[in-house]
Structure formats: structure tokens, C-alpha cells
């Protein structure tokens, strides 16, 4: 049984930075691409970042460039997201997600139904 626990969340004041995490459990997380997403209220999901199967590829939100950074450690099956110069338009319930397949396909990393498992969500509210 896959599961996937994100953790890291909470309230920061604008310019501030938070680090979430996302611990895969069932599997092996390095036989998979994963992906951040988050859904604010009344907004659809959406992509924030990816990453390939050993950390070689990663794509980003235009609204997160260079402010955000996906990693992760497969020896600890964990994905992680570093989030820095956090804005009030940040906030939402962030969401890891893993990609049913190992084959990285740019064009649709960002795409929430390519991605077969889902963690249950960590709120991240950013005060301006």
C-alpha cells in the first residue's frame, strides 16, 4: 500500500520560507517521478514543481521560479520543497504527488491526473 505523508506546513509572514516535506511509504519513491501541487479555496490544483527519478530533471510554476526547489532523498524516500520569499498568493494545502511511471514527460509534469498517488495535503498560510 503506497502512502505518502507531507509534512512542514504552517503560517509565515511574506519574505519568510518554509520547508515541506514528503515521506513515501509501500514503495521505493527513486522508481518514481513526484510532484508538488496546491489547491487554494475556490482554485483548481495546480503543478508547482517536479522531479525526475534521481533528481536530474525538475520543472517549476512560472509563479514559483526562482523561489522554490524541489529535491529529494530517495535513500530516505522523501521528497522535499524549499520555499522561500513566500507570498500571500502562496497560500493553500499543499499536496505531494506520485506520477504513475518512472518516465519523466515534460509536457505534462503538471498535469494532476498523470499522478496515481496523493498525500493527504499540509496547509501553508502566508500573512501579508
Known amino acids: 500500500q503506497v502512502h505518502l505523508v507531507e509534512s512542514g506546513g504552517g503560517s509565515v509572514q511574506a519574505g519568510g520560507s518554509l520547508r515541506l516535506s514528503c515521506v513515501a511509504s509501500?514503495?521505493?519513491?527513486?522508481?518514481?517521478?513526484m510532484g508538488w501541487f496546491r489547491q487554494a479555496p475556490g482554485k483548481e490544483r495546480e503543478g508547482v514543481a517536479g522531479?525526475?527519478?534521481?533528481?536530474?530533471?525538475?520543472a517549476y510554476a512560472d509563479s514559483v521560479k526562482g523561489r522554490f526547489t524541489i529535491s529529494r532523498d530517495n535513500a530516505k524516500n522523501t521528497v522535499y520543497l524549499q520555499m522561500n520569499s513566500l507570498k500571500p498568493e502562496d497560500t493553500a494545502i499543499y499536496y505531494c504527488?506520485?506520477?504513475?511511471?518512472?518516465?519523466?514527460?515534460?509536457?505534462?509534469?503538471?498535469?494532476?491526473?498523470?499522478?496515481?498517488?496523493w498525500g493527504q495535503g499540509t496547509q501553508v498560510t502566508v500573512s501579508s
Open positions: 504527488a506520485r506520477r504513475s511511471g518512472s518516465l519523466w514527460v515534460q509536457r505534462d509534469w503538471a498535469s494532476p491526473g498523470v499522478y496515481n498517488y
Open positions: 509501500g514503495y521505493s519513491s527513486g522508481n518514481a517521478v
Open positions: 522531479i525526475s527519478t534521481i533528481g536530474a530533471i525538475t
